[in-house]
């Protein structure tokens, strides 16, 4: 590597400040925090898995509180309808026009709760926002924030009365996040926080406040722009992906543009570390979340309880790491 390249300070410096403002709020969770940044940084969108009660959407709101950027929240419920996500141009018949009553969809960072609880229309109203940041509305073209970035919790153990996700909107998400429950200490710690009157309803008496703002994300983008990645790294994520392509476990390996994504992230995460450059370890350290929700298991090895995770620590064990 090359020791004379800059170090990425800007972003390092928004890590810690907001790892340190959200932990007022959120008790551990140290690397979901750190995922998620990680899309920010790279514009992607977030897939968050947990049962009820681990702090999902919290850490959505405390995430919005301290970048101060606008935040909305949808609850996807079965008889959501299109426009109720997007929009829709409605009459005024006193000025004889059509205004455009905007949906959610237009802030900087979009809560979709229990997102597979929605039809598959109501979800692929999303698709054309989380790809092109734009919606169409009766055949006109609205652009969408610059920051707009969606996260969807879902619920992994109840399945009645939801719909599964398109594979074309769940390739849209660049990370899948894994919420679990905290530790003993850490539950312990939150019982305590409670009883001293912390509330999840008042973050301004939590002491949360903004510590960063758009122009903070657009400079630390660039700098992970910048990151060098060496062409053995280029060619170990490529290696990477495509060894899910031939795993007997799979009935679908990953596409090219998990290969993209991979990339992104891991140079986001050597940014948040304060390096200038990417390593097999940020690919390493970010691969599970990029890639689990890109496989498709084959019915033998899902009935045999083999996880996407399993498959992925085996890929990543079986590929030659760069030297």
Known sequence: ????????PHTQRLADDLT???SRALVGQEAVMEQVLVALLCRGHVLI?????????????ALSRCLGLEFKRVQMTPDLMPSDIIGTNIFEPGQRIFRLRRGPVFTA?????????APAKTQAALLEAMQERQVSIDGETHPLDANFTVFATQNPIEYQGTYPLPEAEVDRFLLKVQVDYPSEQEERDLL????????????TAAGLAPVAGAEDLALCRAEIAAITVEEPLLAYIASVVRATRRDPQLLLGCSPRA????????????GLRGRAYATPDDVKDIAAPVLRHRLILRAEADIEGVR????????????????
């Open 259 to 270: 290969s993209v994504m991979l990339l992104q992230a891991a140079k986001a995460v050597a």
């Open 109 to 117: 960072l979009l809560l979709a709760d229990e997102i597979n609880r």
């Open 192 to 203: 305590y926080r409670v009883h001293q009157g912390f509330s999840d309803l008042d973050l």
């Open 1 to 8: 590597m090359d020791s004379s390249a800059s170090p990425s």
């Open 49 to 61: 898995e947990g049962v009820p009660g681990v702090a999902k959407t919290l850490l959505v709101r």
């Open 308 to 323: 996407a995770e399993q498959v992925i620590a085996g890929v990543l064990a079986t590929v030659p790491v760069p030297r």
């Open 20 to 22: 340190e403002m959200m």
